[in-house]
């Protein structure tokens, strides 16, 4: 198949707490005080099995300000909702294929796709570790599709290749709090660290591994997608996923 292309550029991110470095050197005491109290947090962290919250902590404390690459079907194997909804930005996208080429006759060519970012918020009851790791992410699906001319009155059936992607930024740019093992996190507190220059803001990217699907597209019904490597197989609709 033709080559699956990137994602579109991530949406645009708030300003978070401002410019890296920004706090005069005389107001940094309690930051390196509270710096402490952050890495303490995150080793409870690690020790709560919250392992992602406490790498992505980590990193923000390492002040490089790097972007962080991570497997997107982590996250979906831990999140059946997020699987879901990323599904969801897939199907959506094999189907506008599909319908166009069927349009336009259109068929046996491989056609690429990138779909648009989706906004996800993953909740501590979904799943603490992705909760404080990440919480709000944006999810896209690309990918490659060849329509096969369908037989008279029959549903066009397809091939398709693709990825999901995900990406956040990693700050603390509200009024939010968590506790941690017994240490509350304002993010007040943690968005000192990056003026201070103690830590630093910065990107979180990743992709899935490829997913293929090669069936019919009906007219009514979902499609029934692969599952995620290593979580529950099925569709949306078997409720064993």
Do not use: C
Not at 181 to 189: C, E, F, H, L
């Amino acid at each position: 198949m033709t080559q699956i292309p990137d994602p579109l550029p991530p949406p645009p991110t708030d300003a978070g707490q401002g410019e890296w470095g920004s706090q005069p050197l005389y107001s940094r005491a309690d930051d390196l005080l509270w710096a402490n109290a952050a890495a303490k947090a995150s080793l409870a962290a690690d020790a709560a099995g919250w392992t992602n919250a406490s790498a992505h902590l980590d990193h923000y404390l390492d002040n490089s300000g790097e972007v962080l690459h991570i497997n997107a079907d982590t996250i979906l194997r831990d999140v059946p909702d997020a699987a879901i909804r990323v599904n969801a930005i897939a199907e959506s996208e094999l189907r506008r294929v599909a319908a166009e080429s069927l349009a336009s006759q259109h068929f046996d060519v491989p056609v690429q796709f990138q779909s648009q970012w989706h906004e996800f918020y993953v909740t501590e009851s979904m799943d603490s570790n992705w909760y404080f790791a990440m919480g709000g992410m944006e999810f896209s699906s690309t990918g490659v599709v060849v329509v096969h001319r369908p037989g008279e009155g029959a549903e066009p059936s397809i091939a398709a290749e693709y990825k999901f992607h995900v990406f956040d930024r990693y700050n603390w740019d509200g009024e939010k709090s968590v506790d941690i093992a017994g240490v509350t996190i304002t993010d007040a507190r943690m968005g000192a660290l990056h003026t201070a220059g103690l830590a630093r803001e910065y990107d979180i990217v990743g992709s899935s591994e490829i997913r293929r699907y090669e069936g019919v597209v009906p007219v009514e019904g979902s499609l029934n997608l692969p599952g995620t490597p290593g979580g529950r197989d099925g569709d949306r609709t078997d409720p064993t996923r």
